[in-house]
């Protein structure tokens, strides 16, 4: 009865809801990219289209960032003071217009994008680890995250190694090998401390993936790690270390391609491994994106987060932009992803800096100058699109009845707000109802466009 009642009551004041949109459209073909468009205007009765139901909630959503890679903060440290304040304002800022980027994945010791390949204890045979250090993270990266944290004092930052100190691996070098069975606690101590370390700063990490796509021993850095390789040093060593020391970092493991669900499937049926996981980590260089509910249907009590999708060098903005937003913002999202990540956020003309070895033809959010110059490139606005309207600790909501070649998702925001992203793949315009309750209103959607909605909802 409490249930029917309840149900009653919310339909009873649905139907007095005050209801007023914001609405903001890209065009990627003409680079019209978060323009304004008129408000809204709801109407009471329904209409055959989208409907909205706040009642039916899904995964919370810790936010949408980008990699803060070591060649990306040089270049953004680098810029003189002023300018840097402004960029960093525009980046983080949470108000209106700003990009309100809420989480941040960093390399624990250097990603391919680093001018060089170094781990922070290069000292060969240090098992006591007494020489580690963040000396090399002290140039740009942790001063940079410093001023971040000031911007957003709720920043997330996601820490990845792309490989262990050449030392521990059975190849003695920083690109490929695995971890040598001498060395796997060692290794879960120099994790340990790195958490420690950057707390001292004031930068703790609010989460750690063990490895950087674990099948692609072929970066410089990198590491091949496979499901049976990482269950086992989490289960007897990594895991374990976390719980002693007493930290609180989540543990997401895997960490690479949609192509490979089995790979979290088998470390997460191991009971001993799974107490110390949160959750799973992916990436779409190969695989579709519904790999993430696969693994949400084995394991639903476990979080997913989607952490890396490139633009290349060769890629063109609008088939760029359009791809993103189906696959890694609408896509991830609705297959319970808690984050959604683009890759680097800045790099250089000739998209430098990066290791030898490293990615030649990755190009960043932000490509930065010599002389200060920046461009705002498609990952910046794939990342706008949803981030702008859509902040840490929303929920998903369902969203349902979306027309043949419209792809959406929504939320509702802590501030009890709507937010709705709706992308048209065909190259025609439609107007679609969007049905909330006892009320609609039909929205605009542009051929080949996309299209964010901020639905404020007022009893």
Not at 74 to 83: E, M, N, T, V
Not at 121 to 137: E, N, Q
Not at 312 to 332: L, P, R, T, Y
Not at 355 to 384: D, H, M, V, W
Request: hydrophobic fraction near 40%.
């Amino acid at each position: 009865m409490k249930r029917i009642w309840g149900t009653c009551c919310l339909l009873l004041l649905w139907a007095s809801l005050s209801l007023q949109a914001q609405v903001w459209v890209s065009l990627p073909k003409q680079q019209q990219m978060w323009q304004i468009h008129p408000e809204l205007t709801f109407q009471s009765g329904q209409k055959e289209g989208i409907q909205l139901d706040p009642t039916l909630r899904f995964q919370p959503i810790d936010g949408f960032g980008f990699t803060l890679t070591g060649g990306s903060s040089d270049l953004i440290y680098a810029l003189a003071p002023a300018q840097r304040t402004k960029l960093l304002l525009e980046l983080f800022g949470q108000k209106s217009g700003q990009l309100a980027i809420s989480v941040l994945r960093i390399g624990v010791g250097a990603t391919d994008l680093d001018g060089e390949a170094f781990s922070y204890d290069d000292v060969v045979g240090d098992i006591k680890l007494t020489k580690f250090s963040l000396a090399k993270a002290q140039k740009s990266l942790i001063p940079l995250l410093k001023e971040i944290k000031a911007i957003q004092p709720g920043i997330k930052l996601m820490a990845t190694p792309w490989s262990p100190p050449a030392w521990m691996k059975d190849n003695l070098a920083t690109k490929g090998g695995s971890l040598a069975p001498a060395f796997e606690a060692v290794y879960a101590q120099y994790l340990v401390k790195y958490i420690q370390a950057m707390a001292k700063e004031g930068l703790p990490i609010w989460a750690l993936t063990p490895q950087n796509e674990p099948l692609h021993p072929g970066n410089n850095p990198s590491l091949l790690m496979t499901a049976g390789q990482q269950n086992n040093w989490i289960k007897n060593h990594l895991g374990p270390a976390l719980v002693q020391a007493k930290l609180t970092t989540k543990l997401i493991i895997y960490d690479h391609n949609c192509d490979k669900p089995e790979y979290p499937i088998e470390i997460l049926n191991d009971p001993e491994t799974r107490k110390y996981v949160d959750g799973s980590a992916f990436h779409l260089y190969n695989g579709d994106i519904s790999a993430l509910s696969t693994v949400k249907k084995a394991h639903p009590d476990k979080a997913l987060y989607f952490t890396e999708q490139w633009t290349g060098s060769k890629g063109e903005f609008a088939g760029d932009f359009m791809w993103h937003i189906k696959n890694v913002i609408i896509g991830a999202l609705n297959n319970h992803a808690q984050t959604v990540l683009e890759w680097n956020l800045a790099n250089d003309p000739n998209f430098e800096p990066y290791t030898p070895g490293g990615c030649t033809e990755c190009k960043g959010a932000l490509t930065i100058s010599k002389t200060g110059e920046i461009i705002r490139n498609q990952a910046y606005f794939i990342i706008g699109q949803a981030s702008r309207i859509i902040p840490t600790g929303s929920v998903r909501i369902d969203l349902h009845g979306l027309p043949k070649g419209i792809n959406g998702t929504a939320a509702k925001r802590p501030d009890g707000k709507i937010a709705i992203l709706l992308q048209n793949e065909r190259n025609t315009s439609i107007k679609i109802p969007i049905n909330l309750a006892s009320n609609h209103a039909e929205v605009e959607v542009p051929g080949e466009g996309v299209v964010s909605i901020l639905l404020d909802v007022r009893l």
